[in-house]
């Protein structure tokens, strides 16, 4: 209907905070008469458990079903420098990228701050990066977010610390 506005729980897709804020934020654009923006695909998914889950973009199943060609790195956050000194070495980074183009499809962690790690992941998505783009951006050393950085590189063959 027009001039009737919904968000949240009471339209399609997840029923997350997160994801309510950004479609009321894109509804008042909407409505200031400027373009709204909300990119359900690079919303983040989190649950807070221990270890914490996260993950934005698609699984492996998902590309397979698909018919999309991917590439998948892998790091354990036993090979994270931080995760082995915090006691948490429980849990791993996959980064799923498109075959052809390297552009970021899927990130899925499991471990220590997973619900931080994953917003570098859904920045890169949102505008469409690759995972060379990640794995040529220099962390800062010793951080979890290094794992990010190592399953970039992974995506590729290429993990320095695995």
């Given amino acids: ?22 479609e009321a934020v894109m509804v008042a654009e909407l409505m200031a008469g400027q373009s709204g923006h909300c990119n ?26 698909e018919g999309v060609a991917y590439r998948a790195g892998k790091i354990p956050f036993l090979a994270n420098g931080r995760a082995l000194g915090m ?4 849990g791993f980074v996959k980064m799923l990228a498109c075959a052809e183009t390297d552009r ?5 962690i499991i471990g220590a701050n997973a619900s931080e790690l994953i917003a570098e992941a859904v920045v890169t998505m ?21 794992a990010v950085h190592e399953a970039a590189l992974a995506v590729d063959k290429r993990p320095l610390h695995f």
Wanted: charged share 20%.
């Fill in 87 to 90: 006691g948490a070495p429980t």
């Fill in 104 to 108: 970021i499809l899927g990130v899925h």
């Fill in 40 to 65: 359900f695909d690079t919303i983040p998914w989190v649950i807070y458990t221990s270890p914490e889950i996260a993950w934005v973009g698609k699984t492996e199943q998902q590309l397979k079903a």
């Fill in 1 to 22: 209907l027009p001039g009737v506005w919904a968000v949240g729980d009471v339209v399609r897709g997840p029923m997350l905070a997160h994801k309510a804020m950004e």
């Fill in 126 to 146: 949102e505008f469409h990066g690759a995972a060379e783009d990640l794995a040529r951006i220099c962390h800062a050393h010793p951080t979890l977010s290094e």
